[in-house]
């Protein structure tokens, strides 16, 4: 039991039985005659920002709406990311941030909640309280769904912590977005199909911040992809912390693998992109290399992080495959669909990571051929396994072997983005782009692409000749004659082109 003495007003919350809800305060759910805003600031990966999305359902109800604006909030959520150091340690500054923030309200006579979600939050929630007087509530991933609950507690003048592993499935309580909230955020979805990892490589803490691996039932995913198709949305992204370990229950009562809910989502109307990430090569199975040689809908763009080349350091990751093992995959992905591109992640300077071992990384590297990939010096993480090796490798050994790395990356991403110059591709059109006239869109290989046209091809998947490259940005035009086709087209600044984020 952890020692939260001088916490008097401090609540932990245990979890509810299945089936069993605390009352809402009741001036929260209807009566309100003016909207509260509330404001999310989200780090880390894809879960993150859908989780963020979802916390943003679950208090829409509540009468939430969301601001750009923290300090005009009367509620902020950080959504927190324990992958590194880094980025675990960047929710006290934002913290000491916030008390300024909401010491200001007070004075206007307002209040501001405060409230800590994600993987910090449950790594670190009694610390969190015990660091930051300030915050109000701190709830753990597995939780959301008890999110006005713990508001209300703290309404009431108490600190709520819930770090729980609650019995009872959060999906099957969180409410559904409304059409307008997924009409507003976009043609493009994440759909969280899998959730935790039993993996446990020796130097990560997702095991531990967002428990058991879980798969929701296809059912329910139909469901959700449905609604979002309904709603104008034409890509899906299925996400996971190790998502084709999925095998959710099929409406047969048999487990399904990811492979055939991809063939049964391709055939609901609307949904015209089918995207996954993130795999673990171990969990690559036949049902996946099929789905990517018969489903066009599948885009052959691949993120399928493997961490080192070496088979030492791999082995000492606990990866449970070799440097050969990922080559053969690829090869398998490549002869299903020889159109498929890849990217990775990469950690440099695991602990007895020798200068042999970085080199036999560039060699994976280099053989593989990548589309894009991101790349990490390693870091310590707390209960970890490999935060106890002594053979640690100093930082200017990393700082180098990251640059070198890094390097070959950009020059594979480079050229994989230049070979699109001269070419036409299907480019699914998202949004106008900061430039007048412009609308941006997504090539298959997740490449931001720009043309002058009007908003009326959004949500559309258009042939366009790529023209030139800006920075990471393909600029083209339309291949259809088009009333616009003679403005000369220009870029905006864009993100990078790759999947996703993996960690701040
Ligand atoms: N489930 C995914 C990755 C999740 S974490 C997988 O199995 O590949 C995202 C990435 O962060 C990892 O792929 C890894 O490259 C990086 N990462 C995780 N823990 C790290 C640590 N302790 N130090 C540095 N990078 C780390
Ligand atoms: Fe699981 Fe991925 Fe972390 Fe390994 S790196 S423990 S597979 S989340
Ligand atoms: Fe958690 Fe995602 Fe970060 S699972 S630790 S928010 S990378």
Redesign the pocket.
């Given at each position: 039991m952890l020692d939260f003495a001088g916490f008097s007003l401090y609540l932990e919350r245990r979890s509810y039985r299945r089936g069993v809800t605390a009352p809402f305060l009741p001036c929260i759910s209807g009566s309100m005659t003016q909207p509260r805003k509330l404001h999310i600031k989200s780090f880390g990966c894809q879960m993150n920002v859908y989780d963020a999305q979802r916390m943003v359902d679950a208090l829409a109800p509540e009468g939430f709406v969301e601001t750009a604006n923290p300090d005009e909030a009367d509620l902020v959520i950080l959504n927190t990311c324990h992958i590194r150091e880094k980025a675990s340690e960047k929710v006290y500054s934002e913290l000491g941030r916030l008390r300024v923030a909401k010491d200001e309200a007070a004075l206007q006579g307002r209040r501001m909640a405060i409230a800590v979600a994600g993987c910090v939050a449950q790594a670190e929630g009694a610390e969190i309280i015990r660091r930051q007087p300030a915050v109000d509530v701190v709830v753990g991933p597995q939780s959301y769904h008890h999110l006005p609950q713990l508001l209300a507690e703290a309404a009431r003048g108490g600190r709520a912590l819930e770090t729980e592993f609650p019995v009872e499935d959060k999906f099957g309580f969180l409410p559904p977005p409304q059409p307008d909230a997924i009409r507003a955020r976009g043609i493009s979805a994440f759909v969280t199909v899998q959730e935790g990892?039993d993996?446990?490589?020796t130097?990560?803490?997702?095991?531990y911040t967002r428990g058991a691996e879980v798969s929701r039932p296809v059912d329910k995913i139909v469901e959700d992809v449905r609604r979002l198709a309904d709603n104008g949305v034409r890509e899906i992204t299925l996400i996971g912390?190790?998502v084709n370990a999925y095998h959710g229950d099929g409406p047969d009562g048999r487990p399904w693998p990811l492979g055939d809910l991809l063939r049964h989502l391709a055939t609901i109307p609307g949904i015209a992109r089918l995207r996954y990430s993130?795999s673990?090569p171990r969990d690559v199975d036949q049902s996946l290399i099929d789905a990517h040689r018969d489903l066009p809908a599948l885009m052959p763009f691949v993120h399928l992080?493997v961490?080192s080349g070496s088979d030492a350091i791999l082995a000492a990751m606990n990866?449970k495959h070799t440097a050969d093992d990922y080559r053969r995959l690829a090869d398998r992905f490549r002869s299903a669909n020889p159109a498929i591109a890849f990217s990775s992640d990469f950690i440099v300077g695991f602990p007895g990571e020798t200068a042999e071992d970085f080199a036999a990384t560039l060699a994976l590297v280099t053989q593989i051929g990548y589309a894009g990939a991101y790349s990490f010096k390693y870091s310590p993480r707390p209960g970890t396994p490999a935060a106890e090796l002594q053979e640690t490798v100093s930082a200017a050994v990393m700082d180098e072997r990251l640059v070198r790395l890094q390097e070959l990356i950009d020059s594979q991403q480079s050229a994989f983005n230049e070979a699109a110059i001269g070419t036409t591709v299907e480019v699914l059109f998202e949004r106008a782009a900061r430039n007048p006239g412009q609308i941006v869109g997504r090539t298959a290989y997740l490449q931001p692409a720009h043309v002058m046209a009007g908003p009326e091809i959004i949500g559309r998947i258009l042939p366009v000749r790529i023209d030139s490259l800006e920075r990471y940005s393909l600029i083209g035009e339309l291949a259809a004659p088009q009333p616009h086709a003679a403005f000369v087209t220009r870029p905006d600044s864009s993100p990078q082109s790759l999947p996703i984020t993996t960690g701040a």
């Open positions: 990892c993996k446990f490589c130097f990560c803490v997702v095991p912390q190790n993130t673990h992080p961490q990866r």
